[in-house]
């Protein structure tokens, strides 16, 4: 079978991505190597907008957010292998997720995940749950204790990204200038990374006045990003490619294991597209990808 090493090198990229985020979790700090690119934007490390006392982890990535992509597109892989040791590595994974910070990463990996290890653990009852039970609650209470100041600390501060310049507002701001664009430029669309500077020409809301050219000032929503730069016809194409995937999976008749983690981290890759904005970079061809895998 010509996937069977696949599973096996989504393994190896997600343990070594696991370790390096967790040694820079522990030393607050990028380690300095050539692997992580954020060295480039950001050499002492990138932390929180509403907190700058939480250090976000990048692993070999330039953005936490773009390292947070990634993982729910490899943690689901980890599920195929089931022994211990994996077990350990998909605790870590988990937490490295955890320590990018990334909320929308939150509330659409862990519930995807969730699903899919009762996908495949279909007779999991309570006395399952049962077995070991005052090791399983001393493992709940301890990871409680130790991510529980961190976890506050970010849900603390969601309030403040629903205020006037927050995150969220900020997002909706470029959301609203992206939408002038596309108003202009429909058919054609504005051309490649050029949104920044035609949307600040054609200024709406003010917020690059305001918050100036940044990672932060790009349009956060992948599909709006593509309707811009290429316009409707573009993203109707690729919209009708993602589709055309669904469609293929679900007339499969026969799917093989690594057809539905692939499924799940599809599904994961697309949900949280409307959040962050990676058009034509690395991340983005984890679409294609998965879908190869899905329909092999």
Known sequence: NELTNFPYLFISVATFQSILGILQFLLKRNLGIIAE???????????????????????????????????IVLIPFVFLFKNKWVNTLKIICLLVLFFTYSRAA????????FL?????????????LLEKIWLKVAVFVLLIIFLWPSLS??????????SEYGSFDVRVKLLQEGLNLIQQYPL??????????????????EIFIRN??????????LYAEMAVEIGLPGIFIFLLFLLSVFIKYFKKKKKE???????????GLIIIAGFHPFYLISQFRLFFLLAAIILA
């Open 212 to 221: 100036g050219f940044s990672s932060a000032t790009k349009l956060h929503n």
């Open 116 to 128: 899919l290890f009762l996908k495949f653990h279909p007779h999991f009852t309570r006395r399952v």
């Open 37 to 71: 690119s954020s060295s480039f934007f950001y050499p002492f490390g990138f932390t929180a907008v509403e907190e700058e006392n939480l250090f976000r982890i990048t692993g070999g990535f330039g953005h936490p957010n773009m390292f947070a992509i990634v993982l």
């Open 106 to 113: 939150w509330f659409i990996g862990f519930p995807l995940f």
């Open 153 to 162: 600390v970010r849900l603390q501060t969601i309030p403040q990204a629903f």
């Open 257 to 267: 294991s690594i057809h539905i983690v692939a499924f799940y981290s599809f599904v």
């Open 188 to 205: 054609t669309g504005i051309g490649i990374n050029r949104f920044q500077q035609v949307a600040a020409e054609n200024n709406v809301t």
